[in-house]
């Protein structure tokens, strides 16, 4: 069974930095998992923030690209989001998804209904 643990988050001022991280475990050997971070506001949908491919390959959600930085280490056990420059509307529960069904590769604009295991989030809040 997949489990994923995010930690990191806490109360940063604008223009601050943080960086969140997820440690996985119980992932399938031999298998590609596709890796990613989404967030939600309150009374937001989940959205899509970053997600990294089985072979480090990142992809942004235009409002982060060159903000954040997502990375995980060789065996899929930890990712991690540096997250700078923060801003107000960065403020969010932040979530770890993972899931294989993309043998590793992970979609162009990936959706939350597309990954099956999460974390239970960690929150994230800026303040000017």
């Known amino acids: 069974q997949v489990q994923l643990g995010e930690s990191g988050g806490r109360s940063v001022q604008v223009g601050g930095s943080l960086r969140l991280s997820c440690a996985a475990s119980?992932?399938?050997?031999?298998?590609?998992?596709?890796m990613g971070w989404f967030r939600q506001a309150p009374g937001k949908e989940r959205e899509w923030v970053a997600t990294v491919d089985r072979d480090r390959s990142p992809w942004y959600a235009d409002f982060v690209r060159g903000r954040f930085t997502i990375s995980k280490d060789n065996a899929d056990h930890t990712l991690w989001l540096q997250m700078n420059s923060l801003k107000p509307e960065d403020s969010a529960m932040y979530y770890c998804?993972?899931?294989?069904?993309?043998?590793?590769?992970?979609?162009?604009?990936?959706?939350?209904?597309?990954?099956?295991?999460w974390g239970q989030g960690t929150q994230v809040t800026v303040s000017s």
């Open positions: 998804a993972a899931d294989r069904q993309f043998g590793g590769y992970c979609p162009t604009t990936p959706t939350p209904a597309q990954f099956a295991n």
């Open positions: 119980g992932l399938t050997p031999n298998k590609f998992y596709c």
